[in-house]
């Protein structure tokens, strides 16, 4: 799946490290823009910083991890966001610490209204998806679907630590078992029981009911993301871990 093709701004895209597909539209994601070229068929994408390239071919996507780069809101990111305070209908949140506060509505929940709307606190932590982000505009999340109408595992986030790991790393955690490099959740999860909640913008969220087992967790996934740690030496690190809890 991933590339290990690394890039300097200026430099172009191999053609050889584009995903192959017959039909579907290439995705664009963070750090590349495409360059219009003529004739029309020639494709010019080049990065817009330093960084290692990715690509999914069943997603027909492609992007550049930069795994010191900041986080930078996008419509349709899932992130965990910590509360701030709040004011009449809104709650301001933080989203990294070099980020402007984000806005999420009183009732930007499901089936909120006044009566049953959350009543979050300073330091409380929800599962969010970004729903605007516009430049020069204040970045707005929410905790439903703009398509079901439901939470989809959006909502506030109770009890559990949050722990803090790059951008890039977060992103190919998110993208699920067997993909991203990373099998230390699915290693976890066939020995201890917890909840993780994941988010684009390097938070990552962990309920286990045992504050040791819950500790133990955190520190591998950001041992792991600091460590580049390789599947074997996650999968070692992992019974390491599980021994001592």
Known sequence: MASS????????????QLPESKKGTLTLGPNLRHLPQAPPASISILPTSSGLLQSDAKKIALWLDTPHARYAPSVGDL??????????ETYHVMLTPQTPYALLGQLAFEGANK????????????????????????????????????????????????????????RRLMMGPGKGGF?????LGEKLKF????????????ESGSVRATVAVGRLLVGCDEGGWGVEEQRREVRRAVREV
């Open 5 to 16: 093709t690394i890039l300097l701004p200026g430099e172009t895209v191999p053609h050889s």
């Open 79 to 88: 992130v965990v966001a910590q509360v701030h305070h709040s004011s009449t």
């Open 115 to 170: 009566k049953t709307r959350p009543k979050l606190e300073a330091g409380d932590s929800v599962y969010a998806r970004v729903k605007a982000a516009g430049r020069g505009e204040d970045v707005e999340i929410e905790c439903v679907s703009p398509n079901s109408g439901k939470a989809d595992g959006m909502g506030p986030l109770k009890g559990g630590t949050v722990f803090n790991v790059s951008p890039a790393f977060a």
């Open 183 to 187: 099998v230390v959740l699915e290693e």
């Open 195 to 206: 909840e993780v909640a994941v988010g684009r913008n390097g938070r990552v969220w962990v």
